[in-house]
Every structure is written in C-alpha cells, then in structure tokens.
C-alpha cells in the first residue's frame, strides 16, 4: 500500500514541476524575448526528481506521526 501511495506522491510531484518549469519558460520568454526550448522538461531527470521528492515526502510524513 504505501509504495502505491510513493507512485501517487510521485505522479503528483512530476505534474507539479512540470507545471512549475513551464510557467518559468514562458516567463522567461516573456522577460528576455529569446526564444527558450519547452523541450528542455522532457528529461528523464525530471522524472528522478519527482520520485525523490515524492519518497522524501512519505518519509517524512510517516516518521511526523
């Protein structure tokens, strides 16, 4: 049950970032005009990331009880 629950945190994490690094490359475009790749967040490291934020997350959260 509660490696469905790191797949769940981790699904959640990786569309929060997700929607992080895209509101910072269209911000980005918008302040300096120049033309910046969307492409750059379709990187395995992404998905690495989100999975550690996500197990840090449940740890943390289990050992607060």
Do not use: P
């Not at 490359?25 to 990187?43: H, M, P, V």
Request: glycine share 8%; hydrophobic share 60%.
């Amino acid at each position: 049950m509660e490696m469905l629950e790191c797949l769940g945190l981790a699904v959640i994490f990786l569309v929060g970032n997700l929607a992080a690094g895209s509101a910072l490359i269209l911000g980005l475009r918008a302040l300096t005009g120049q033309f910046i790749s969307i492409y750059w967040l379709n990187d395995i490291s992404l998905l690495v990331l989100s999975v550690i934020q996500a197990i840090a997350f449940h740890c943390w959260r289990r050992y607060a009880k």
